[in-house]
């Protein structure tokens, strides 16, 4: 037993008692965070979802379970397809009716009875949304979990019954856009392409959780997620999360269209333009930190960001407004490091940092400076004039001269 500090309540000395309860993931091993409102136990490990069976002796519920409760435990996601519905009922059976009487034996058995019916319709038939909801609190937080469900919701849970009989009513383009995500994204690409999806649940889950936050910084306007540092750091790759993206928000969209979800509020194209070049500048400060020293690296971005400024980025009116921010970021870098004679090696760095292929980089460069030469980019002057050498080269005399003093 794990004792409780005495307390005193009504007069009344009580000491509570707990037995703590050490539970292990059925699939792993791992340890079960217990979700006592929910009845459920969820792996910190893999994200399984285990049923946790309630009694007084393992919860100290019985504030919500057995004779003496006054309150049920409710769960907040009862009303979406799939989930679990209304309050819990104890599957032991009471021994007095809500007025206080005794109940009989064999009301009490018909209690325990029911009870035990009831529980079987608490169990979730869309186990892995919880999962997910688990998943994005591990790596966002709880605040940012509780801003996603909509998308999360979308993205693991089946439509309702009435939602499922419209679906088989509609054109075959919107019934595809309806399928559940949560299957297309775990089986994409078949046995010939199983690059597309990760290896493990846990895999899935994060790549589906990576994608819902991208979306949602977006759509819901939630704090903006570095997709680069993430996808590193849990081993997902640009396809896995371009295809997971794709998927959800397709799902979305056609919900929204259906009457099914609240349409997204998204953030203007000005102020989503400019927070991807701040997300974009710092992948590539991230990246080329590798490859230069503190003082370098620092005189870089300042010839980047004045570029940049130069070209009226980040802007819906600049001139570049029609090419992606991350790809003007990546063409602006490298011809900087071009110019700068240091381009050798960091064409794949600077690529990788905004997310864009090297080719592509060097294609659409060579584009812009065709554009310039024949006068249809002016603007180009900023980037392909001489400007940034003679500024580096005055900051490497102007630091030598003081050395030499």
């Not at 309702?160 to 949560?182: D, I, N, V, W, Y």
């Not at 895999?203 to 996808?231: C, G, H, P, Y």
């Not at 750091?233 to 794709?246: E, R, S, W």
């Amino acid at each position: 037993m794990l004792k409780i500090e005495s307390f005193i309540w009504g007069g009344e000395t009580y000491t509570l008692e707990l037995r703590k309860m050490i539970t292990k993931c059925d699939e792993c091993s791992g340890n079960l965070t217990i979700d006592l409102t929910r009845g459920e136990g969820i792996c910190d490990v893999c994200s399984l979802v285990h049923p946790i069976l309630h009694d007084d002796a393992d919860t100290n519920s019985g504030s919500s379970l057995g004779e003496g409760r006054h309150n049920e435990a409710v769960n907040m996601e009862a009303g979406h397809g799939g989930a679990k519905m209304g309050g819990k009922m104890n599957p032991f059976g009471d021994k007095f009716d809500g007025r206080g009487n005794r109940l009989t034996t064999k009301q009490r058995r018909l209690a325990a009875r029911i009870g035990k019916l009831d529980r079987s319709s608490q169990r979730d038939t869309d186990p892995m949304y919880a999962q997910l909801m688990a998943t994005l609190r591990n790596m966002f937080g709880a605040d940012m979990a509780k801003a996603v469900e909509p998308l999360a919701r979308a993205a693991a849970r089946k439509l309702t019954r009435s939602q499922e009989a419209t679906r088989k009513t509609l054109s075959p383009g919107e019934r595809r856009r309806l399928k559940c995500p949560k299957t297309a994204i775990c089986r994409a690409g078949g046995k010939e392409h199983p690059e597309l999806r990760g290896k493990t649940d846990k895999d899935k889950l994060q790549i589906m959780a990576l994608a819902i936050a991208s979306i949602a910084a977006r759509w819901f306007r939630t704090v903006r997620v570095n997709e680069k540092q993430l996808m590193d750091t849990y081993g997902i790759t640009a396809k896995q999360l371009k295809n997971a993206k794709k998927t959800i928000m397709q799902h979305y969209q056609e919900r929204v269209r259906q009457g099914w979800a609240a349409p997204p509020q998204q953030l203007s194209l000005a102020a989503a333009r400019e927070d991807e070049l701040d997300k974009v500048a710092e992948n590539l400060s991230d990246g080329l930190s590798k490859r230069f020293d503190d003082d370098d690296l620092g005189a870089i971005m300042d010839a980047f960001f004045t570029v940049m400024s130069n070209l009226g980025e980040p802007s819906v009116d600049a001139p570049t407004a029609n090419v992606p921010i991350s790809m003007v970021a990546g063409c602006v870098m490298y011809n900087l490091l071009r110019q700068l004679g240091l381009q050798n090696g960091n064409l794949s760095t600077v690529a990788k940092a905004v997310q864009r292929s090297g080719a592509g980089i060097k294609s659409r460069l060579e584009e812009m400076r065709e554009r310039y030469e024949s006068g249809d980019f002016p603007e180009g002057t900023e980037l392909f004039s001489d400007a940034v050498d003679e500024a580096v080269e005055s900051d490497g005399n102007t630091e030598e001269e003081a050395a030499d003093e």
